[in-house]
C-alpha cells in the first residue's frame, strides 16, 4: 500500500515531550558541574579521567537535544540524554555525604543499562522485537536488581552505606559477579543483535549509520570481555587486562555520541537513495523509507520525500498509460494484418469459387458450341481462339489466387506450403523444420511470405548456387531463417518487399533482419512470438 501523502505517516511530536527532553538535559547539565565538583574534590581521579568523563557526559547531553531537534518524533533522542544523566548520576558515590553516597551506589552502572537500550533502539527509539525487549530488560534487572542485593549487604568504610541492613562481604561479592556476568551476556547479545541487523540490513541506514553501529560494536566488545574478565579474574591478580579494556571502553563511550551526530548529519544524503528508488520505480521501499524508519522523520528529509513520492506517483501513471497505448497499438497492428489475411482468403476463394468456375462454365459452353457448329470454318476458328484465352484466363486466375494466399497453405500449413513452393525452384534448397505444430493462419501466412520473398529475391538478383531454410519454435516464438550463398551486401531498405514484410512481422510483435556482408550471401531471419501482446 503506497500512502497517498507521506507526511501522514509521521505523527506530530507533543509538546511534553520536547518540555520533558529539555528538561532532562536541564538536569544533566546540573548533575555534570556536580559530578565534575566530586571527581576534583575527590583527588583520586586524573586530569585525563575526569576530563574524559565530563566530555562524555555533557556530549550525550548535547546529541540528545541535536537528536530531538532534527527528529522530534523519535524517541532515540530522549534516550540519548537519559544516558549523559545516568552518566553523571554514577558518580554521587563520589560524594561524601551518607545519604548521596548510598544513592550513588545504587546508579553505579545506570549508564550501562540506558545504552543498551539505545543501542538496541536505535534508530527507531523503540523495541520492536521480543528478543530486543529481553535483552533491554535483562540489561535494566542485572543493573538495578543486582546493585540493590549487592548495596544492601556491603559495607563501605570509607563513607557509610545507609541502605545497609547487613555487612555480608560474600553475599554482596556475589551479587556483583551476578552483574557482571549478566552484564557480559547481555553485551553478547547486543553485539550478536548488532552483526544480525548489518549482514540483513536492506534500508538506507545500513550505510548512513556505519559509524553509530561500529563504535556501539566496539563498546559493546570491549564491555563484554571486561566484564568477563573481572567476573573471572581470581582474587588478588593484577587486573591488567581489564584496566585496558575498562579504559577501551570509556574511549568508545566517549566517541559514541559523536558518532551518533555524524550518523544524522550524513542522513542528509538521503535523495541519493531516494534518486535510486525513485529510478527503479520502488513505491513500497519509498514509503518504507519513512513510514519504517525513523531515521527519515525530519522536516528536511520529509520534505524531499513528499517531492520525490510526487514523482514516483507520476512517473509510474505516465508508464502505465504508455504501456497500455504501446500494447493497444501492437494489438491494433495485430488485428489489421490478421484483416488483411482475412480479405486475403476471402478473395481467393472469391476467385476460385466465383470468377474461376464461370470462366470455365464459359469455356465449356463454347466447347459444346463448337461441336455443333457444322460447315463455317472461320466460326469455329474464332471459336477455338476465345476457348484458349478463356483457358489462360483461368490459368493467371489460379495463379493469382494461388500468390494471394496458396490453398495448401490453408489446408496443410506453412511447412507443407513451403515444399510445394520449393519444387518449383530451379536451385537445391535444404529445408529443415523442427517443432513447428500449426499455428494461428496470421503466424502461419506471415512466415510463409517472408520465405516466398527471399526466395524470389535471391533468384532474381543473388546469383546464388544454394539455399538453406531453417524453421522452428523455440521458447514460444517462431524462427524463420532464409540463407544463400549469393552475391550478398544487401540492405532490407533497398527493396519495397522486404520492407513491407517486415513492418508485418514487426506489427505481430516480432522482427525480421537481413545480413550479410558482399561476397558472403544473405540471411534473411524473422521472429515471430507465439503470444500476441493485448490491450490493458
Given amino acids: 500500500m503506497y500512502p497517498k501523502d507521506l507526511a501522514a505517516t509521521v505523527t506530530q511530536p507533543s509538546r511534553a515531550r520536547t518540555t520533558l527532553v529539555f528538561t532532562v538535559v536541564g538536569i544533566g547539565l546540573v548533575m555534570g558541574v556536580t559530578a565534575g565538583v566530586f571527581k576534583i574534590d575527590d583527588g583520586s581521579h586524573s586530569a585525563f579521567d575526569t576530563t574524559l568523563s565530563e566530555t562524555t557526559g555533557f556530549l550525550f547531553l548535547t546529541a540528545g537535544a541535536i537528536a530531538h531537534l532534527r527528529r522530534p518524533a523519535n524517541p532515540t533522542g530522549l534516550l540519548i540524554a537519559l544516558v549523559g544523566v545516568a552518566f553523571f548520576l554514577e558518580d554521587l558515590k563520589l560524594s561524601r555525604t551518607p545519604l548521596v553516597y548510598s544513592i550513588g551506589l545504587l ?14 533502539a536505535f534508530p527507531h527509539g523503540v523495541l520492536r522485537s521480543r528478543w530486543e525487549r529481553v535483552l533491554v530488560a535483562a540489561a535494566y534487572v542485572a543493573v538495578f536488581g543486582f546493585a540493590v542485593g549487592q548495596v544492601l549487604f556491603a559495607n563501605t568504610p570509607q563513607v557509610r552505606n545507609v541502605l545497609m541492613i547487613r555487612d555480608e562481604p560474600a553475599l554482596s561479592g556475589l551479587f556483583a559477579r551476578l552483574l557482571m556476568a549478566v552484564g ?38 570491549t564491555s563484554a570481555l571486561g566484564a568477563a574478565f573481572a567476573a573471572v579474574r581470581p582474587f588478588g591478580t593484577a587486573p591488567t587486562l581489564g584496566t585496558v579494556l575498562t579504559v577501551a571502553f570509556q574511549v568508545s563511550f566517549c566517541l559514541w555520541p559523536l558518532a551518533f551526530l555524524v550518523g544524522v548529519l550524513r542522513s542528509e544524503v538521503g535523495p541519493a537513495e531516494m534518486t535510486r528508488l525513485l529510478v527503479e520505480r520502488d513505491e513500497e ?4 523509507l519513512v513510514a519504517g524508519d525513523e531515521v527519515w522523520k525530519h522536516t528536511h528529509s520529509l520534505e524531499t520525500l513528499n517531492a520525490a513520492a510526487v514523482l514516483v506517483r507520476d512517473n509510474q501513471r505516465l508508464t502505465a498509460e504508455l504501456e497500455a497505448r504501446l500494447a493497444e497499438v501492437q494489438a491494433s497492428r495485430a488485428r489489421i494484418v490478421s484483416a488483411g489475411d482475412a480479405e ?19 469455356v465449356l459452353g463454347l466447347r459444346i458450341a463448337r461441336r455443333q457448329l457444322n460447315g463455317d470454318p472461320a466460326t469455329a476458328s474464332v471459336l477455338d481462339s476465345t476457348i484458349t484465352e478463356l483457358l489462360a484466363a483461368v490459368d493467371d486466375l489460379r495463379r493469382l489466387a494461388a500468390g494471394i494466399r496458396p490453398p495448401i497453405l490453408t489446408e496443410a500449413g506453412p511447412i507443407a506450403a513451403v515444399r510445394a513452393l520449393l519444387e518449383r525452384t530451379p536451385i537445391p534448397v535444404d529445408f529443415t523444420a523442427e517443432n513447428v505444430p500449426r499455428l494461428d493462419a496470421t503466424t502461419e501466412s506471415t512466415a510463409y511470405f517472408v520465405v516466398t520473398e527471399a526466395v524470389t529475391n535471391t533468384l532474381k538478383h543473388a546469383r546464388a548456387n544454394k539455399i538453406l531454410i531453417d524453421f522452428r519454435v523455440c521458447d514460444g516464438t517462431l524462427r524463420v531463417e532464409v540463407t544463400d550463398n549469393g552475391a550478398g551486401g544487401v540492405d532490407i531498405d533497398s527493396g519495397s518487399g522486404l520492407r513491407t514484410l517486415r513492418d508485418r512481422v514487426r ?6 533482419t537481413m545480413s550479410g556482408a558482399t561476397g558472403s550471401g544473405t ?11 493485448t490491450a490493458l
Wanted: glycine residues 6%; without cysteine.
Fill in 107 to 120: 546508579v553505579s552502572s545506570a549508564s550501562s543499562a540506558l545504552t543498551a537500550h539505545l543501542v538496541v
Fill in 184 to 221: 557480559a551476556a547481555v553485551s553478547l547479545g547486543i553485539v550478536v543483535l548488532l552483526v544480525y541487523r548489518w549482514l540483513a540490513g536492506e534500508l538506507p541506514q545500513r550505510h548512513l549509520l556505519a559509524p553509530v553501529l561500529s563504535i556501539a560494536l566496539f563498546g559493546a566488545a
Fill in 285 to 288: 521501499a519509498l514509503a518504507d
Fill in 344 to 362: 486475403r482468403r476471402r478473395l481467393e476463394r472469391d476467385l476460385h469459387d466465383g470468377a474461376q468456375q464461370r470462366l470455365v462454365a464459359v
Fill in 507 to 512: 506489427a505481430l510483435g516480432g522482427e525480421l
Fill in 523 to 533: 540471411t534473411v531471419s524473422a521472429t515471430i512470438p507465439l503470444a500476441r501482446p
